[in-house]
């Protein structure tokens, strides 16, 4: 496979399950990304990987944990989520945490909380 | 006042026809500049970067203007295949060797045969 694949492509969960969003790059690139985007609004950045190390956490509700286990997975843990956290989960990539540096997108997690 | 402003559109446009798409972002230390599209239930896709000194690449120009804070994308000869999301997007140094992409909402571009 090529670029950025995340699974499940969607996902219906009730707020009291436990589910977990995938993220794998095969670009060989050293920083990841989740971002959030909901109806009406603009892509949100939630948290960022380089080498591993998380290195921003926009005050991303700890129901949220994500987990990097190496510079090409990446995880998000979700955990008694709201419903208003239904929304296309997208992760992505670049070579490094830098300004000039284009982000590859995965095709998303859609996903809706009952 | 929002960090990146996009007029959300819908443009829509003939075939054959020029549009132009404005951006406006409200952090002056802001250093990186991009045009993104995405197509309908699909991820964002770089279209292309902007630079101070403008850019083309085809049928598509981009500028900025720093001292403005304003982002421009022209498209000529607009086909269908041109039909999507426009995002501007800003990139900010955050601090502790962390840089910050901010998307707007989007301009929705529909070409019309």
């Known amino acids: 496979e090529t670029g950025v694949t995340q699974t499940p492509r969607h996902l219906v969960m009730g707020m009291t399950n436990k589910k977990s969003l995938k993220c794998e790059q095969h670009?060989?690139?050293?920083?990841m990304y989740w971002y959030k985007q909901s109806a009406k609004k603009p892509l949100e950045l939630m948290f960022v990987y380089s080498l591993e190390e998380r290195v921003e956490n926009n005050s991303v509700p700890s129901r949220f944990s994500p987990e990097c286990p190496n510079s090409s997975h990446l995880f998000l843990h979700l955990h008694t989520l709201q419903p208003e956290d239904s929304a296309l989960y997208l992760c992505?990539?670049?070579?490094?945490?830098?300004?000039?540096?284009?982000?590859?997108f995965g095709p998303g997690t859609r996903l809706t909380v009952t | 006042r929002k960090e990146v402003e996009q007029d959300p559109g819908p443009f829509n446009v003939p075939e054959g026809a020029t549009v132009a798409f404005n951006c406006t972002y409200s952090?002056?230390?802001?250093?990186?500049f991009f045009w993104y599209r995405q197509d309908c239930r699909k991820e964002p896709k770089l279209l292309m970067s902007?630079?101070?000194s403008g850019n083309e690449d085809g049928r598509f120009t981009a500028q900025l203007n720093r001292a403005s804070q304003y982002i421009s994308l022209l498209i000529r000869d607009s086909k269908l295949s041109d039909s999507a999301t426009y995002l501007c997007?800003?990139?900010?140094?955050?601090?502790?060797?962390?840089?910050?992409?901010?998307f707007g909402k989007g301009t929705k571009l529909s070409v019309i045969p």
């Open positions: 997007v800003v990139n900010l140094y955050s601090g502790a060797g962390s840089y910050q992409l901010t």
């Open positions: 902007v630079y101070s």
């Open positions: 670009l060989g690139h050293n920083a």
């Open positions: 952090n002056s230390a802001s250093q990186s």
């Open positions: 992505a990539s670049s070579p490094v945490v830098a300004s000039s540096y284009e982000q590859y």
